[in-house]
């Protein structure tokens, strides 16, 4: 007979859980493993709200089991380590991205990509390999092998940096692999919410010339004054984005809704990278000609390996690079997915887990 979330496991935990496509949230009791020899457990302090995490409740992408506990930009601190944990010690400040697991030995894995490994195992809704689900960050307690622990910096506050864990690291290693990192490049962001707000700040970090491209001219005074863009493009402005033509070394673009890539194409310069980090449900349009004709890219990338998200935290300390964010109560969760579905959010909610989720 399967055991139940609550006694599979020994160790008591308790988050909350959406429990049908409704996605409504609420408190969940289940339990985790025991922290074995190369495990590292750890207090869960924060925890980010991602885009995936309301996809994934609701069931939108046709691959959620239920109960689900969302979560995995999640930051805190090392309560217990198994006897061959080498790099970390208790109280420690952690985190966990989007995967607990992988198979460790496949060619992607040997090359540091754990993130294109076809056993990769998700932080929540996922199978570990006893077979048990894996549940996420909205929850107080979390265990993982060490190898996919990242270490945060001391002086990067815990609560702004868990979004570093996904939004971070999606567009700091397609910056990087695409080769968009280079300073005086000139970089185009498509949208402006979570992802792209982050994309701002490594690139602006990185000595890029960067350009908004968005749908709404009201952000623009944010974008300039507050993130530092150098520019703002209104996507619907034929005028502008035609005096735009040509001038892109490379544009990121992180729109999750059905769009127009021609006007995009055309805003790249001959060898130009248009790089998807977004993921539209349905197909978008793709004209060969003009790539053709300017030899130009469309690419993709998720997220990133662990070797190199150890590196973008520690680029992000040293730049001092924190998503910005509104913390938010556990039960606030349900109110803050409704928001998050609208955009109503500048630029992420974060979970204040360790002051606001209570035992039950
Ligand atoms: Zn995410
Ligand atoms: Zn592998």
């Given amino acids: 007979m399967a055991m139940s979330p609550e006694n599979e496991h020994p160790v008591k935990a308790f988050g909350w859980a959406a429990r049908d496509t409704s996605g409504h949230l609420s408190p969940f009791k289940f339990s985790r493993r025991a922290t074995g020899e190369n495990d590292v457990t750890f207090k869960v302090l924060y925890c980010g709200i991602c885009h995936s995490d309301l996809h994934s409740i609701k069931n939108e992408w046709g691959i959620t089991s239920y109960p689900i506990v969302p979560g995995h930009e999640i930051v805190g601190v090392i309560t217990e380590i198994g006897t061959k944990v080498t790099k970390f010690k208790v109280g420690d400040k952690v985190g966990v991205g989007c995967m607990v697991g992988s198979c460790r030995s496949c060619a992607n894995c040997k090359d540091d990509l754990e993130n294109y490994c076809p056993k990769m195992i998700l932080s929540y809704g996922a199978k570990n390999n006893d077979g048990t689900t894996t549940y996420g960050g909205y929850s107080d307690i979390m265990v993982s ?25 999606t567009v700091y290693s397609s910056l990087k692999y695409y080769g968009l990192n280079k300073a005086g490049m000139h970089l185009g962001i498509v949208g402006l919410g979570g992802l792209g707000h982050m994309a701002v700040k490594f690139a602006k970090a990185m000595g890029l010339k960067v350009t908004i491209i968005s749908t709404s001219p009201n ?13 703002f493009l209104v996507s619907h402005n034929t005028e502008d984005m035609a005096l735009a033509m040509g001038t892109m070394d490379g544009i990121i673009d992180t729109v999750s809704a059905v769009h127009a890539l021609l006007p995009l194409f055309n805003l790249l310069k001959i060898n130009g990278k248009l790089v998807m980090v977004g993921a539209p449900q349905k197909p978008l ?76």
């Fill in 219 to 231: 952000k623009k005074k944010e974008a300039m004054d507050h993130l530092g863009a150098d520019a």
């Fill in 285 to 360: 349009e793709l004209l060969a000609f003009p790539l053709l004709m300017g030899r130009k890219m469309v690419g993709g990338s998720c997220i990133g390996g662990i070797q190199e998200m150890q590196e973008m935290i520690d680029f992000a300390a040293k730049h001092n690079i924190v998503a910005d964010i509104e913390l938010i109560p556990m039960d606030y969760v349900n109110t803050a997915m409704e928001r998050l579905s609208k955009a109503d959010i500048k630029y992420r909610f974060v979970i204040d887990i360790t002051n606001s989720l209570k035992p039950f």
């Fill in 145 to 169: 092998d060490e190898h996919f622990i990242i270490k945060i910096p001391d002086n990067l506050p815990l609560d702004g940096s868990a979004p570093l864990l996904c939004a971070g690291i």
